[in-house]
């Protein structure tokens, strides 16, 4: 094998993926242009815009700035993983009827960044919400239709909080 390529096993929406990757190469590089998981978006690919978000072992992570090396073993979940066998997440539905998306650049990581949020508070505030997504820059939007959304996923799935 090419010394400047090495091997890396993920876990990718719950599949075991071994990757061979160029030793420099980050986790979006090897989601995007190996294993063809565009949906995680190349934005401004130095950690200002959150394009790039995915879930890594539950924590939204910034792929353009995890070197690929780190997630070795872990379990990666990216936009293409958050629809389950009974159908789209409770976000993505809440986008939809809420008028939340935005377009395809940003709305990918804004979505891994709520579905992490939800999945450790099944029951976020307002000002959790808008913290969690902080991150996650379009100067499209005034946020108040992905916090309704993500207020609406949250009563869906894990109860009123206030
Ligand atoms: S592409 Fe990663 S933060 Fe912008
Ligand atoms: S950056 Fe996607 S709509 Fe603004």
């Not at 997630?71 to 939809?96: K, S």
């Not at 809420?98 to 940003?106: M, S």
Request: glycine share 12%; hydrophobic share 35%; aromatic share 4%.
């Amino acid at each position: 094998m090419d010394p400047s390529t090495e091997i890396v096993r993920l876990v990718v929406n719950g599949q075991s993926r071994e990757v061979g990757v160029p030793t420099h190469f980050t986790l979006l590089e090897a989601l995007r242009y190996v294993l063809g998981l565009t949906g995680t978006k190349q934005g401004c690919d130095k950690g200002d815009c959150g394009a790039c978000t995915v879930i890594v072992d539950g924590e939204p992570v910034l792929a353009c700035l995890t070197p690929v090396w780190e997630a070795e073993g872990r379990e990666v979940t990216t936009v293409e993983g958050l629809a389950g066998p009974e159908g789209i997440h409770a976000l993505q539905d809440c986008f939809d009827l809420h008028g939340a998306a935005q377009c395809g650049f940003c709305t990918p990581g804004i979505l891994c960044s709520a579905a992490a949020l939800l999945a450790g508070n099944p029951s976020p505030t307002r000002e959790e919400i808008r913290e969690a997504i902080a991150g996650n820059l379009c100067r499209c939007t005034g946020y108040a239709k992905i916090y309704d959304a993500v207020e609406a996923a949250a009563l869906r799935t894990g109860g009123p909080q206030g």
